[in-house]
Structure formats: structure tokens, C-alpha cells
């Protein structure tokens, strides 16, 4: 008999393993794909792919840093098994972690039969708790056509082993737009063909402005608002008869998860029936089973769900903690320039009441951005009495990380205030966070 077992060994699964071992308790994992999306099919290959399309992309400004050179052959197949060698790599960490932890790790599909009972091929395994972390998948739209063409999803792009001349992508959100840029650099033809009025609808409106004008630079034909009536083997149609062509179709509409578990065990669900509901210590309505990750909703990232699940193995293990703040959860682009935000736009902050005051540092007189030739900026939204910090958005060459340093300060309750008193290395994009803090100020900024 197990304490806890985790099905689904993903980001949110394994971190929860993990941590309810190490808080004493005697552990199972089942799960047929250790490192789920994340490792195999997600974060991983997306940025394992980026270096080659980044580094293509400097290789054909080199010119400017009095460089003669240019690529003259990419190999895909060298690409894939470097980004299988990584994803390997990391799958044998995770190995070693629940051996160094005595977690039992029972690599096959778990079938879970009532709330302590999990059968995972031979084995029928028993425990106390249950901890469900099974994911999610693409979530294909049905178009007409689209069961009688060999389309693509997330699952299998990163399985390629050519490139295609021509790839279109259905689908204009944060994955679709990630691909456009992991492909056009490396001499794709990329095509984006969306539903919705306009791409990136979650992004802020300035940082949707720089990704559009870079994606038109990189040849990217954006179509919004595109009606899709039929899928032909060679052609997307819309209702207006316009066709977009391709080699190569990736169908990027959005993620799913299966609710056959949650249906199985009479598990409540949400508002909208897409997610397991959970309380704040990642409880489900029956007391022994637990939910994290995808499964549960929220942004659906990794760095969610392994928040997530350490926080669930806690309070399995009797020692609860307060849930994820998903207001200071970083939001990302891998686009680039690159795109970061956390907490509330602009608008979302008028609409919860704020005096919302909003500062801004271009990066075109940051001379570290200058020295790369990157663009962007760094926009803080505050309150104006207390000088909170209510959210913030960084585009710019490595604005992932440096957004960071804004949401620890955020973090540690500090304000606008601590920010501006911040000291900064020179020359470094981060020094623009210190100057829109002091724009916020009135203070001058000299960088
Ligand atoms: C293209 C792409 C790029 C992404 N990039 C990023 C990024 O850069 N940063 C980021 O934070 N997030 C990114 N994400 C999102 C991230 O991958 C997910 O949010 C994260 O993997 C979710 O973790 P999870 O543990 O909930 O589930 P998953 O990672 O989906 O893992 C669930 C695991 O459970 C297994 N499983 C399911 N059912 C069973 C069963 N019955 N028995 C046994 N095992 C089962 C699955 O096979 C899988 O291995 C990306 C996703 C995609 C698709
Ligand atoms: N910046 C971030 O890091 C961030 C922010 C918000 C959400 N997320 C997460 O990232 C994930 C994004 O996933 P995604 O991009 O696959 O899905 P998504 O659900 O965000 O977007 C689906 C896309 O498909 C398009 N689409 C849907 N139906 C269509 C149709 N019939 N015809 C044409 N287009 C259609 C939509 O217009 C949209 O652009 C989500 O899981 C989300 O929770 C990340």
C-alpha cells in the first residue's frame, strides 16, 4: 500500500513525486511518457529548436558585425536527435531522482479503477491518496477535410526529419506564433491562417504590434479572421474561396484534456466542464484524490504545474501551503524579440478599480540592446498612491528572464519604489526595468 500515487509523470506529476517522498511519504508513479508534453513534445523541443532558428537568424545579419558568412545547409535530422539527446537527458534526471527518492516508477498507461486503485499493466497498484497529473493534448478542430489529410500537430512536428518548403499553421495563439518562429528562420515558408480577429488575443496590444511587424519581416503571411470551410490535401479554403497552400500542415487550435477519469469517479469539473475542480490545496471533491497541472486549467504551463505539485504533495503530506499565485506567473512568447508578462494588463487593472498608472522604457536607447541590435521595451503597471506593482510586459532579447526580476521584487511586496533603488549592471536590458521605474518616479533616466 502507497501513500500517494501519481498517474502521469509529467512536469506537474514527477515535481509532486518528488516532494511528498522527500516529505516521508511512500510513493508510486505510473505514467507511459515520463517528461509528458513539456519534455517530449513542448518546452523542451520548442527551445531546443529556437537555438537553430536564432542562431540562423544572427548568421544572416553577421554582415553588420563585419561578418562574411551564410548558412548553406540545414540538416533537421542533426536537429531532432540533438533535441531527443537533451529530452533523453532529461528523462534519465527525473529517473535518477525517484530512484535517489525510493519512488517506484511503473512506466505504462495507468487505468485507474476506484480511488485507491490504480492497474498499470500487470501490476494492480494500492494507495492511500491519488494524485491526477495526466495532462493534456491537442485539441484538434474538426474542419471539413481534415480526416482525409496527413496534418500535424505538436505531438509530431518535432518528428520531422526534412523540412517542408511550405507550412501552414491553423491557429494564431501563443503555440501557433512560437512555431512560426521556430520554422521561417530555418527557410520555411510559413503561413498562419487564424480564426480569430487577430493573433496573439491574450498578448498585450504593443507587444502583439513588435511580433507582427518581425513576423512580416521574417516572410510570415498572417491571415486572421479566416473562416476555414474545407481542408484539402495540398489547401486550406475559406468561405471567401481563397485557398493557402501547403507541403506541410500544423493544426494548432488549442489543448484538451481527457475527462474520462474525473467522468469515472464522478469528479466535480469547472464552470465550463473542460477541467477537474480543485480547491486550494489541489484537493478534488473526493478527499483522497488530488488534481495538478493541465488537468486542472489555469494557464497550462509547466512552471504552473510543477508549482502546483510540489503544493499538492505538501498539503497530501500534512503540511499545506497557500496555492499558486497565478497572478505572478510569467506568461511568454518564444518569439523573438521575445515577449514576457505577468499579473494585470492595463485594461484588466482599470476594470479591478486601480488609479492605474502605466511606465514605459524603450529599449532603442539601451546600450546593451544597441550592442545586439534586438528592440523592445519594458512597460511596469502600477497603482499611483502606493506605487504597487500590478503587472508588467518586457519584449526584447531575453525578456523571459528578465522579467523575472520584476515578479521576485513583486514577489517580496516590494513596490515601483524598490525597483528604481534597484542597482542595475551596465550595460544590460534588465537597467530598462530600472529606468520605467523611474519614469514612473519622474525621475530622470540616463541609460
Ligand atoms: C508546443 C508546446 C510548447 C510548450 N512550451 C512551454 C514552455 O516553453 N514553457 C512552459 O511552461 N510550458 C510550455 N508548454 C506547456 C507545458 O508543456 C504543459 O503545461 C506541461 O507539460 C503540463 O504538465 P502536466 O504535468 O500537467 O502534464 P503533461 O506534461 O501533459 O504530462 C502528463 C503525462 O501523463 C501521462 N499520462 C496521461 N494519462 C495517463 C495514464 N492514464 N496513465 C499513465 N500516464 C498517463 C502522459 O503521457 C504524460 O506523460 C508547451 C506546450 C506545448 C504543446
Ligand atoms: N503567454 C503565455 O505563456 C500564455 C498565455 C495564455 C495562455 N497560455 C497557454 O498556452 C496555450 C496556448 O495554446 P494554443 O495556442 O494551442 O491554444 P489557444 O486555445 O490559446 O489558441 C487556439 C488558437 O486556435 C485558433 N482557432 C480555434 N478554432 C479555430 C477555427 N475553427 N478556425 C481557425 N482558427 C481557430 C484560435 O483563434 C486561437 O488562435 C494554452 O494552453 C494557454 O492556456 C500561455
Redesign the pocket.
Known amino acids: 500500500m502507497y501513500d500517494l500515487i501519481v498517474v502521469g509523470a509529467g512536469p506537474g506529476g514527477y515535481t509532486a513525486a518528488i516532494r511528498a517522498a522527500e516529505l516521508g511519504l511512500k510513493v508510486g508513479v505510473v505514467s507511459d511518457n515520463i517528461g509528458g508534453t513539456c519534455i517530449n513534445n513542448g518546452c523542451i523541443p520548442t527551445t531546443a529548436y529556437l537555438e537553430a532558428s536564432r542562431l540562423s537568424s544572427k548568421i544572416g545579419q553577421a554582415a553588420e558585425l563585419g561578418i562574411t558568412t551564410r548558412v548553406e545547409k540545414f540538416d533537421l535530422q542533426v536537429l531532432k536527435e540533438r533535441k531527443d539527446q537533451i529530452s533523453m537527458q532529461l528523462q534519465m534526471g527525473i529517473r535518477s531522482l525517484f530512484k535517489r527518492y525510493r519512488i517506484d516508477f511503473i512506466e505504462e498507461h495507468g487505468m485507474v479503477k476506484d480511488s485507491q486503485t490504480v492497474l498499470a499493466g500487470e501490476k494492480k497498484l494500492k494507495s492511500k491518496k491519488m494524485l491526477l497529473a495526466t495532462g493534456?493534448r491537442?485539441?484538434v478542430?474538426p474542419?471539413k477535410g481534415l480526416d482525409q489529410v496527413n496534418y500535424l500537430t505538436t505531438e509530431d512536428i518535432f518528428s520531422l526529419t526534412e523540412l517542408p518548403d511550405k507550412l501552414t499553421i491553423?491557429?494564431?495563439?501563443?503555440?501557433?506564433v512560437d512555431m512560426a518562429f521556430v520554422f521561417a528562420p530555418l527557410g520555411v515558408k510559413v503561413t498562419v491562417?487564424?480564426?480569430?480577429p487577430d493573433?496573439l488575443?491574450?498578448?498585450d496590444p504593443d507587444a502583439r504590434e513588435v511580433i507582427k511587424n518581425e513576423l512580416q519581416n521574417m516572410g510570415v503571411e498572417v491571415h486572421s479572421g479566416?473562416k476555414?470551410s474545407e481542408i484539402k490535401t495540398d489547401r486550406v479554403l475559406n468561405d471567401q474561396g481563397k485557398s493557402f497552400e501547403f507541403d506541410k500542415l500544423l493544426v494548432?487550435?488549442?489543448?484538451q484534456v481527457d475527462l474520462a477519469v474525473a467522468e469515472f469517479l464522478d469528479l466535480k469539473l469547472d464552470e465550463k466542464k473542460r477541467h477537474i475542480k480543485v480547491d486550494r490545496h489541489y484537493q478534488t471533491n473526493l478527499e483522497n484524490v488530488y488534481a495538478v497541472g493541465?488537468l486542472i486549467g489555469?494557464?497550462?504551463?509547466a512552471g504552473e504545474a510543477m508549482a502546483e505539485g510540489m503544493k499538492a504533495a505538501a498539503a497530501i503530506a500534512d503540511h499545506p501551503e497557500p496555492p499558486v499565485d497565478r497572478n505572478l506567473l510569467p506568461?511568454?512568447?518564444h518569439t523573438e524579440p521575445e515577449v514576457a508578462?505577468f499579473g494585470y494588463s492595463e485594461k484588466k487593472a482599470a476594470e479591478e478599480g486601480y488609479d492605474v498608472q502605466t511606465s514605459l522604457s524603450s529599449l532603442a536607447a539601451n546600450g546593451r540592446n544597441l550592442t545586439s541590435g534586438g528592440q523592445g521595451f519594458v512597460k511596469i503597471i502600477s497603482e499611483k498612491k502606493y506605487h504597487q506593482i500590478l503587472g508588467a510586459v518586457v519584449v526584447g532579447p531575453d525578456a523571459i528572464e528578465t522579467l523575472h526580476t520584476i515578479i521576485a521584487v513583486v514577489q517580496c511586496e516590494g513596490t515601483v519604489d524598490e525597483l528604481s533603488d534597484t542597482l542595475f549592471a551596465h550595460p544590460t536590458y534588465s537597467e530598462a526595468i530600472n529606468d520605467a521605474a523611474r519614469v514612473f518616479l519622474g525621475k530622470s533616466t540616463n541609460k
Open positions: 493534456s491537442p485539441k478542430v474542419f491553423i491557429g494564431g495563439d501563443v503555440f501557433a491562417v487564424d480564426g480569430a493573433i488575443g491574450t498578448e479566416v476555414i494548432v487550435t488549442g489543448r493541465d489555469g494557464y497550462m504551463l506568461l511568454f512568447l508578462h
